[in-house]
């Protein structure tokens, strides 16, 4: 295996990427890449396979073809460490083992960058108290994880992915178990950190998400799985539309406006619905 040089923008590339589960086609011959300043909301219906492309992109599960490419390097040629350093992944969900302070939690992933006996340093101490400040957790930093709700324990699990300092983040429902003034603020805090990509530091964000119109709000590109191995991918407003979110999720959905606001509703049933639908989009 060969140690990966980083480029400057952190490129990710799936390269006529296909996935199965058992006898179903999830994604079929999907090529496409992700940029450094791209923020990227991964949606589609229960099953469609959004969970299992965020972990073949990542690199722990083996596409049925085709491959993935990091920096132009197959992930099949980066060393473990290496490219943990270079990409981090959230998992759906994460079980507690054992009694732990959140501040040790979120150390856990400064593994990629220990050194020597692998002790942490003063950096990374550093790095693991910036994390959970951005996320508004500092005061919890000597909390016992166990003791947390599913909504902090879930805000830590992203302080610790921020912790890891990889230039990718791969997030699967990281908004799952939050209100919605949590789920706004951690979609502010990884705009923020994007944004970052243009002082030198190329970043790159892909999360799964079942709140379309949050995506659209705070997502700059979207890829859309109909679960059939059909995918449609570019600029969230041209892929999170009524008529490709309709046939994705089999149900038909209409647009909104309100001013400048937008949204994407189930579409009425009633006349008295369709009315109240009729004022609000005139409005």
Not at 19 to 27: I, P
Not at 212 to 229: E, V
Not at 274 to 280: G, P, Y
């Amino acid at each position: 295996m060969i140690e990966a040089t980083p480029s400057a923008t952190a490129l990710l590339s799936a390269q006529r990427l296909s996935l199965h589960a058992g006898a179903r086609t999830l994604l079929d011959a999907f090529t496409h890449s992700f940029h450094a300043g791209e923020i990227w909301c991964i949606a589609g219906p229960n099953g469609a396979g959004k969970t299992t492309l965020l972990s073949t992109l990542a690199g722990l599960l083996q596409p049925s073809a085709g491959h993935v490419e990091l920096d132009r390097v197959p992930l099949a040629d980066w060393q473990p460490q290496a490219l943990a350093r270079r990409r981090a992944l959230m998992p759906q969900s994460a079980a507690d083992a054992f009694s732990a302070s959140v501040l040790d939690i979120v150390l856990l992933n400064r593994f990629p960058h220990l050194t020597g006996w692998g002790w942490e340093r003063d950096e990374d101490r550093a790095a693991a108290h910036a994390a959970l400040e951005v996320l508004g957790l500092a005061r919890f930093a000597a909390r016992d994880v166990l003791s947390l709700s599913g909504g902090e324990r879930q805000r830590v699990a992203l302080a610790a992915v921020l912790c890891q300092q990889a230039p990718l983040l791969l997030l699967d429902e990281p908004l799952s178990h939050l209100d919605l003034h949590h789920q706004i603020d951690c979609l502010e805090a990884l705009n923020a950190w994007t944004r970052e990509w243009a002082a030198g530091l190329p970043r790159c964000v892909l999360f799964s998400c079942h709140d379309l119109n949050l995506a659209r709000r705070f997502a700059t590109h979207a890829l859309l799985l109909d679960g059939n191995g059909g995918a449609h991918a570019g600029p969230v407003r041209d892929v999170l539309t009524p008529e490709l979110a309709s046939r994705a999720f089999g149900y038909p959905l209409i647009l909104i406006r309100d001013g400048e606001h937008e949204a994407l509703i189930p579409a009425p049933r009633s006349p008295h619905e369709s009315a109240a639908m009729h004022d609000v989009s005139s409005g």
